[in-house]
DNA sequence: AAAGATTGTTGTTGACGACAACAATTGATG
DNA sequence: CATCAATTGTTGTCGTCAACAACAATCTTT
């Protein structure tokens, strides 16, 4: 056995080699492999968070495709172009995403021309971010296909059942 | 201006070098940073999803910090403790990871004694996983510590709301 | 003026998802 | 039965992301 392995995949089956295939045979049975039963896993909240978490950034980002801009991204402009002039660290603690992150995220962000670091009058260690011109008509657009995407979320979990859930996830700001 | 960054940062004040702090000063201010305002921030699922996971997994992190599980490493190992014999294909479908990375997630469960890939007798190709015997206690005491992890999500965000938000996400598996 | 904290930056590490390739094997088709 | 397509486990790479640690420049405090 184990002729394929190249040479790793310690000696897993030096004792115990020959087992019965217990109740579920390996696969190929009666099911397309669908109904398989997590047991204890449902009841799992951060399971279910997981996946959801999953499919709604695959989602947002296959509906911000067009315009190649990604949750995080959004965030942060959605937060810049509401605050004009906050610090990198003011930002960062906002949205919970560590402030050394945020520096790559405004320096693509920059590139693009949708924000721009302004020295700070009265702080020379920090910037004053700002979005551009462009990006304040970009963060439009993006708002749009963002609404478009919540759309598509409650869609998927049911209008009511959305309202519901940020309602219960308030408390994470 | 600029004379700390190396080479990097592009002339990001050439234009419109000087600008009034607008509204809100850059940080300094009466407020901690904590009051900022994300507008249309929040009303966003993803945005509330992505805190909640970050919160969630930290907490479960922490909780089984003395096991040394991690949330992804507790869901192969319920699956193959529930559904004995599976193949690494069915396992991955099933929770929505990839069989490239399921490789290396049993490599290290393997390593640790929990989990042992036996070849299928039916399909020379695949892998019945099964718990060894030590996987199966100690899966027993990851439920456990999985279980009071729980009770944090409960205390959280309520326990009747943590009902509802598994009821919500039950679409996702 | 000196000591300590803050801000932006760089770098590293590790978990993770997505993809592409590959050998071994199976299944289906002619 | 021979051949070709599909599947399974594996390896590898790439990009995203969170978590740290270090650092220079700058503020704040004493």
Not at 9 to 17: E, H, I, L
Not at 96 to 109: C, K, N, P, Q, T
Not at 139 to 147: E, S
Request: hydrophobic content about 45%; glycine content about 6%; proline content about 2%.
């Amino acid at each position: 056995m184990a002729i394929r392995q190249k040479t790793s995949r310690k000696a897993a089956a030096t004792a115990a080699a020959i087992r019965r295939p217990r109740a579920r045979a390996t696969n190929g049975g009666a099911h397309a492999g669908d109904d398989i039963g997590l047991d204890a896993l449902v009841g799992h909240a951060g399971y279910a968070v997981r996946r959801f978490q999953l499919w709604i950034f695959q989602d947002f980002i296959r509906t911000l495709a067009t315009v190649d801009i990604r949750p995080t991204q959004y965030s942060v402009m959605t937060v810049i172009g509401a605050n004009p002039g906050l610090s990198q660290m003011a930002v960062a603690k906002r949205l919970g995403i560590e402030r050394a992150r945020l520096v790559h995220l405004l320096d693509s962000l920059e590139e693009r021309d949708f924000v721009s670091r302004i020295p700070s009058a009265t702080d020379r260690r920090s910037h004053a971010l700002h979005l551009t011109a462009r990006g304040k008509t970009a963060l439009g657009q993006f708002k749009r296909l963002a609404a478009e995407h919540e759309r598509h979320v409650a869609e998927k979990i049911g209008k009511d059942n959305r309202e519901r859930l940020l309602q219960i996830l308030a408390c994470f700001n």
